[in-house]
């Protein structure tokens, strides 16, 4: 049954018209043209859809609108545009850590995720917590390098 | 009259203004029929073209893989694109350059020789002339044939050719919202498949009611015959109703498949295409032998998103944007599968999730357009659901290896037999072979299966792909039983047949050094002469410090794997180093690739890092399980892939040969990838597995038997 849901996303409030149980990502792709979460499995196994909702990684594919009413949701155009890029994805960029790319939103949510709660991961630590992100093309170690720089970057920063 | 010397793609496509055109805003328009599929090749041939017409690169807009407006480069496949379509950019833009030197000699009743171009200007003894390509473009006439005649730059000169310049499309990837599966089109309609469980199954019954239920919104059904879609503007109710529609439709004719015939062993008792590769078999009394079977099972492409496609029908014209290999060819499939005249047709590439062969792309593109023939005027997009990708795509062939040798007293072959068992490696649709889409099995009249047919040996052959060996070996033969039916349909995937063969061809080698009691890498390099092989072997060797190998048998392993892609592309020697226990942990791996002319060092070392972690992924973990009327493993945790808690370290090492021709590299280092790994595993077991995936179960068995 359709009804009116509201969302915080990127931090801005939008209300939308969707049956509750719609999962996130029709919403956000469908309903508010955010293209950058991307379908990857339906299943919660992939990764490429991940979202934060409060901070927490949430896979966007299966989370049905109704549970993040009122939560505020990050998406990979919330993290940074080119203008004003995330240093995750300067750092991607840097390393050249993409092939294909489909991946890659849903890895730099998860890195997001990461960084803030433990702004110094080590090699195994970035691993381990993208560890339920697939990538097919084998860019792993471009991207555990690319989370590293933009840790360092983002230390650099904060003490300058 | 062109010569034949000239790559195909220009002798495909000889007329200049198809390849390139000067635009209003000062861009260079340079067209490829090669498309971006992941593997950053758009970026390369910017640079190619840049640099032979003098130009920024910033001025290079490129146009892909649309039928109306590039040249027809057949597939991106092959690790050919460099090779094909660089040699023929490099001669279009070297002849355009020469074409409008030579007019404006003309114009300024000087000698050629006085001219020349820095970064776009046209330069009379090293002095500005004010001309340049877009002040000259009215007067210089590109509707003319390629002659191929004109002089390239020298390597010696290049200033863009040979940088790590970064990658066009990367940007976008991690911005926006640059893939086809993004596309939007003013009142487009989503769509989603009940597919024909397999071919010949028939749909006796379908609860069209119940489906609408569970799609808990709108949807038309759309069937045609034993093909049914669900459409709507809501592309969660169109997902709702595919996901409850298996359970509401009722099918006759649906095979069941046993799960033995998911193992290569049960090759041997399907019926095949014989033939022999070189010398007949001529074994030799009494000699010494070694012999020994390896395998590799199906495998999935796997990207990681299924496939998609859009499809317009307005007034007899169908346009399709689709994210495969081949847009021209698929344009054949597609006109030829609708019965619509081929110019009433057009296919545009879009970018999509990594292609690493024939997968669901071409398929769903035909889904997409069959239904926008039965909703004229509206934008279809259909996306395939994930178990769909998993249990429709075409896959990898299973195949068996038998090598065989014939050793001399010093332990060195002097006859060498390699015995394959495969199914096809080609099996697309297109005007060479017969519209192969997966949606023609469920219409009226479905076609007849195609001629068993593989991959012509002149292009690397597909099954017996790098089965010769590149070491002196005595008279080699390779004897090829090409599967009629496989119990899966099989098609191209990264490397065809070379994932096998060099895991096989390397392992036995090892076998063989150490029936000799040689070091595996003197050994090798014992029965090899070609310098630029011995280069990248002993390079990558010296990058693992082989002379720090274990002694073997303890749970610590280093492997060394070796091959030239088809026997004349690039170079690459891999060493990977493992840790065994009751599962195989790849700890490192070194390579070392000889390309010839390198265009875009980082992008090659890309592909090359990406091609060695999708290797591996396929030698530690991958294999498509059968069962039911298919494929059974349909999804990521019946089909796992390597994760990134299980990514080894990478050293890779780009010789330097800007003398020789440029070659591919995307598929150059996954048969020595396996290669390696199976050596490292066997030096850390003190025994061999022959079968991949390298699986705990092997790894028990294989130490058990090596115990008993």
Sequence with gaps: ?160 | MIPNTLPQSLIDNPRLDRWIGFEPGGRVRVATGKVEIGQGVLTALAQIAAEELDLPLARVALVSGDTDAAPDERYTAGSLSIEVSGSSLRLVCAETRVLFLARLAERLGCPMTELSVADGAFLRRGAPTGEGYWSLAAEVDLAREATGAAPCKPFGQYRLVGQSEQRVDLPAKVFGAPFLHDMRLPGMLHARILRQPCAGARLVALDEVAIRRAAQGPIEIVRLHDFVAFVSEDETAVANAAKAAPTHAVWEGVREIAAAEQEAASLRSLSSIDRVVGPAPSPKPGARVHAATYSRPYHAHAAIAPSAAIATFRDGRLTVWMHGQGPHPLRYGLARALDLDIAAVTVKHAFGPGVYGHNGADDVALDAALIATRMPGRAIRVQWRREEEFAFEPVASAMLVALRAELDDAGRPTDWTAEIWSGTHRGRSGPLHGANLLACEALPDPPLPPEPADVPDAGGGGAIRNAQPLYNVGRARILHHLIARTPVRTSSMRGLGALANVFALEGFMDELAALAGADPLAYRLALLTDPRAIRVIERAASLAGWERRPAGGAGRGMGLGFARYKTWSTYAAVVAEVEVEETVRLTRVWCAADAGLVINPDGARNQLEGGIIQAASFVLKEQVRLGGAGIASLDWESYPILRFSEIPEVEIALIEAPEEPATGVGEAALGPTAGAIGNAVAHALGARIRDLPLTRERIMAAVLGAGA
């Design chain 1, 1 to 160: 049954m359709t009804e009116t849901i509201e969302l915080i996303v990127n931090g801005r409030a939008v209300s939308i018209a969707a049956d509750e149980r719609t999962p996130l990502i029709d919403v956000l792709r469908n309903h508010l043209g955010l293209m950058g979460t991307r379908f990857g499995c339906g299943l919660e196994q992939c990764g490429s859809c991940a979202v934060l909702v409060d901070g927490a990684v949430v896979a966007a594919c299966t989370a049905p609108v109704g549970s993040v009413a009122g939560k505020a949701i990050t998406t990979v155009e919330g993290l940074g545009t080119p203008d004003r890029p995330h240093p995750l994805q300067t750092a991607i960029l840097a390393e050249q850590a993409g092939q294909c790319g489909f991946c890659l939103s849903g890895i730099l949510i998860g890195a997001k995720a990461l960084l803030d709660r433990n702004p110094s991961p080590t090699r195994a630590e970035i691993a381990a917590a993208l560890d339920w992100h697939l990538c097919r093309c084998g860019m792993h170690n471009r991207v555990l390098s690319a989370v590293a720089r933009a840790a360092a970057h983002m230390r650099e920063a904060a003490t300058a």
